[in-house]
C-alpha cells in the first residue's frame, strides 16, 4: 500500500529539478504515465514514486504502480507542484538513477558492429532530448555528450527523449578529441556533420563507427573537425534566402537514417 510522503522525502525529490542536485545524487524525475510507462518497459532503474490522492483512482495510473516493485508514496496536487517544473503535471512522478557510462570503456563495452552518437555543444535541451529518441529510434547503441551539450536527464530533455535514455547507453566527456582517438585505435570511422563535407546521399558509412552533430550555431569544434575520416554534409536549395540552417534535430534526424537506419 503506498505511504504519506514524508516531508524529508517531498524535500529530498524536489531537489531534483535542480541539475546541481540531479548530479550529487545521481538520479532524475520522470513524469507522467507515458513516461513512466516507458521507463518501466526499457527497466529504467526506479527508485521510488510519488502519485496524487486523485491520480490514483485512476486505473492507468494503477497498473502503473503494480508493475514498479519500489516504494510508492501518495501526497495532495499543491505538492506535486512542488516536484516538477510542468504547469500541470499528471499526478504522478518517479525518481530514477542516472546512468552514464565512462566514455574511456566504451571500445571494450560496444561491440564489433557498434554506433555511437556523439553531440558536440548542442545546447537546447529540445534538440538534445528528440536526438535522443531518434537515436534509440534507428538502433543507435550509444549517445555521448560533449562540452557545452545539455545535459542528458535534465527535465525538458527528459520530456522530449519520450524514454530513448532506457534503450541506449550515455555517457559524457570534456574531451571529445581523446574519445575519438581512442575509438579510431580501436577500429572505428568518425563521420561528422558538416557543410564542406560530402554529400549525405554519396555518403558510404561503416561500422563500427561514430556520428559527431555540433551546434547550429558554431558547427563542430574543431579538436573534433580536425579529427573525422568522413565530413557529411546536407546541403540546401540553392536559393533559401530566409534560412540560414538546417534544425540540429532535423539533420541529425536525416543523417542518422542514412547512417544505420537505411
Known sequence: MPAPLSNRRRKAIASLTRRRSRRRHDQTIIEGRRAIDAALDGEAPLVDCVVTHEALRNPEVQDLLDRMGVPVYTTDADTMDDLTDVATPQGIVAVVERRLVDPDTLPSTLGPDATLLLLDGVQDPGNVGTLLRTAAWFG???????????????????????????????????????????????????????????????????????????????GLSPAVLDRLDTPVSLPGAARRPSAESLNVAVAGGILVYEWIGA
Open 140 to 218: 543507435a547503441d550509444a549517445v555521448g555528450a560533449g562540452p557545452g551539450t545539455a545535459g542528458f536527464y535534465g527535465p525538458k530533455v527528459m520530456r522530449a527523449a519520450t524514454g530513448g535514455h532506457w534503450a541506449l547507453q550515455l555517457t559524457r566527456t570534456e574531451s571529445p578529441g581523446p574519445l575519438l582517438d581512442r575509438l579510431r585505435r580501436a577500429g572505428w570511422a568518425l563521420f561528422g556533420a558538416d557543410l564542406q563535407g560530402v554529400r549525405a546521399d554519396a555518403w558510404a558509412p561503416t561500422r563500427p563507427s561514430v556520428l559527431v552533430l555540433g551546434s547550429e550555431a558554431h
